[in-house]
């Protein structure tokens, strides 16, 4: 199975940033707990972060010509307003996971609404960087 965990805008200053809403982990630190969990389960993990919406079009778009089998897709800004990334998820066709490390629902109104949890296969939210943890879970069973 060949998995990609792709992040937004700003995750790539995780463990530095609000620390009372993201925690302390950094990004290599989340990322070293899936290949940990990946290695056990005898899985391709691959990592992506961008701040550049194009580039994480172009990614998602990747995966598909890698014959990706599932994303793990933290979208962070770009949740609450990007058509475009959720048109690339729509044309892959990779199932993928939406991930956000806060509560996306109890935070400001703005941030309450994702272009991506009705076409996610999961959306796991506001469990702190476990989540992607529990989202490589679940997208372990996908094909499994």
Request: with cysteine; net charge negative.
């Amino acid at each position: 199975m060949k998995i990609l965990v792709l992040n937004g805008p700003n995750l790539n200053l995780l463990g530095l940033r609000e620390e009372s809403i993201y925690g302390s982990d950094s990004l290599s630190d989340v990322e070293d707990k899936l290949k940990e969990i990946a290695n056990k389960s005898n899985c391709e993990i691959g990592f992506y972060q961008s701040n550049a919406e194009h580039e994480l079009i172009d990614a998602i778009h990747n995966a598909y010509r890698d014959k990706t089998d599932a994303i793990i897709f933290n979208p962070a800004g770009y949740t609450h307003t990007s058509v475009a990334l959720r048109d690339a998820l729509l044309a892959v066709r990779i199932p993928f996971l939406e991930v956000h490390i806060s509560d996306i629902e109890s935070r400001e109104e703005f941030r309450q609404k994702s272009y991506f949890t009705d076409i996610a296969e999961k959306t796991i939210s506001g469990k702190g960087t476990k989540g992607y943890e529990m989202a490589l879970d679940e997208a372990l069973n996908i094909k499994g």
